[in-house]
């Protein structure tokens, strides 16, 4: 061929490769929690403060729990947390996408004014505020977070919304006589799916990265560990004030970065795969 | 214009509007007696006569209306309420700790956008480089850290090991210093947290000019400047960067609430004693009116430095004023 066509971008790229291995590293793991765990994490196994030894090979916590065991089980509460929030907040944002992108006038400015409400108010402090009020619990920080990041996925699920509303086949439906309910669910909703996926991959880094916070603050559960609940414990006990931080403070982080960074990767590429207007605007081209 | 200043005050007046409702709704609205939450944990003790003293002290014995546009019209005094378990009116609380915040988030929202936007702008124009790929995967990276952690990270290498910082707090406690003395010891305590926070703002900023400058790259008007042979390093600075900067300007503002919920979580790692810390501080003992009284705080100065915004923006960008 004279002229080089340039190839279709399917792929997912090298950085989204990275995210999507983290991500199936930290599920695998939290899945087989109970294979992979040496220790049961809600025991007393040995004396507190250990440093690490052959048999806890990240030391013990204030109360003698094995850490590394911690840290194992904790993926399950953090991964999940961030699942069903995004799912949450993904759900509440594709909603409010759809009505107010297939319906506009008066729906849509609604709508994208509730949008810039919640983008305005300071999240975090709204959050403790919530959480302290409704107490510390698995589910209430679902909630709180799912109720809060839907802002972002609502915005860009509507700009996707408008353009596909100008495609011939929905403005055919409408032309056949179907009802707009109908082709908003069966035309242009399947249409943003894709989207909304994305959209659910980046909102669930964003809720991993809240959740740590929150349980930081002592906002979390304290009988469902999530590795910022780790890090909580770390914190009033001091441990970055002795050398115990390279063993208690380090992993915790850094498994929380690693879900975060994993997410955001794959999420970013998707967005990238499945709308090209938006190449190169994270500079993964 | 005026248009454009309604609809964005009457968004701001109704945030106020929903945060002041809120606070007034929530202890009234949660099972068990509002006193709990208004008076502290405390008013299980009490005697029926000192309860009921206390129910008519916060006109809970009125009704639902009349407590409400007390509350507005204490809230429009500046009365932000009492906390019990301190002693002491909140406003006053928080006026005392509010300067240390806006040093904190001043200081770092400055550092973070001059450092992001030089960055950005470098990555940009050097795209696909090392330089750019290395820069962007650090900015993803400090993106994904928790703000906490990397704070009792520098703290754990900084402050405990090699001992060049304090651990924690604003200032040293108990003695008294004056002058350069008092600067020097407020700056050596100011360092790690402003690094943090700092350091997680910067990847907000940088991501944002990096794709604000290669879009206005490809712009024709800076094929234009090239073609007619001005120096590569004059079309950066004079017609690139200029107009680059505009998007960054509008997510400085943006990401103020985000930063200021940064600022919470880093105060708290280093005792640093500002409003962040406090918030903490009332959560830990379940100082109600504390939590509420920070939160109306942050939300205010949140919306304050959006209108400063949107009134300064017009000055930037010309087109907004004619548009």
Redo the contacts between chains.
Sequence with gaps: MPFPLPRPRFALGTVGWIGLTLLVILTGTAVFAPALSPYNPEETVADPFRPPTRAHLLGTNDIGQDILSELIYGARISLTIGFLAAAIAVGIGTTVGLLGGFLGGRVDTTLMRAVDLVLVIPFLPLMILLAAYLGPSFWNIIIVIGILVWARPARVIRSQVLSVKALDYVEAALALGSRPGRVMVRHVLPAVLPLALAQFILAASNAILIEASLSFLGLGDPTAKSWGTVLYYAQVRNAFLSGAWVWWVLPPGLLITAATLGFAFTGYSLEEVLNPKMRGQRGSS | MWRFFAGKGA??L??VV??VAMNFV?PRM?PGSPLV?LAGEDVGFLTPEQRAQLYALYGLDQPQWRQFATYVANLARGELGYSFQRGRPIAAIIGERLPWTLLLVGIALILATLIGAAMGAL?AWR?GSTL??GT?GVA??F????????G??L??VFS?GLGWFP?FGAGTAGVSLTGWALVVDRARHLILPLTTLTLITIPGTF?IM??SM?SVLGERYITTARAKGIAERFVLRRHAVRNALLPVATVFM?N???I???A??IE??FSYPGIGRL??E???N?D?PV??G??FI??IS??VA?VASDLLYPLIDPRVRRG
């Design positions: 968004q701001y109704l945030v929903l945060t929530l949660m939450f990555a795209r750019d790929l962007l993803m990276f993106e994904s850290v928790p703000s906490f952690w990397l009792m990270i703290i754990a405990a651990i991501l990096r794709y290669l943006l103020l609430g985000f200021v919920g940064g919470t979580v708290t790692v918030l903490y009332a959560v830990l379940r109600y939590i509420q920070t939160f942050i939300t949140v919306i959006n």
